[in-house]
């Protein structure tokens, strides 16, 4: 289910495009959790970019080349709310 970064990774690519793998489970009756996200990593470990593990393919922030992702794609069976 986990895939699909390795498509994703050309510079131009919306950050959304990385939330493949989400998508995918969510064919399978999974929810994509939304309070939570992947992000940027430099001198320090959560930076920007925002890399959300849920949206539309070809929508979001324009990744560029030489940036460092954490791309953390997080399903639930269910719903995507957390408690």
């Given at each position: 289910m986990?895939?699909?970064?390795?498509?994703a990774k050309r510079p131009?690519?919306?950050s959304a495009t990385l939330a493949m793998p989400s998508i995918h489970g969510r064919s399978r009756g999974f929810s994509a959790v939304r309070d939570l996200v992947g992000h940027g990593v430099g001198y320090d470990?959560?930076?920007?970019p925002s890399v959300p593990c849920f949206g539309?393919?070809?929508t979001g922030e324009t990744l560029k080349e030489g940036?460092?992702?954490a791309v953390e794609p997080m399903v639930t069976a269910g719903e995507y709310l957390l408690t």
């Open positions: 986990f895939g699909y970064g390795h498509k131009e690519t919306k470990v959560h930076e920007d539309k393919k070809g940036m460092v992702l």
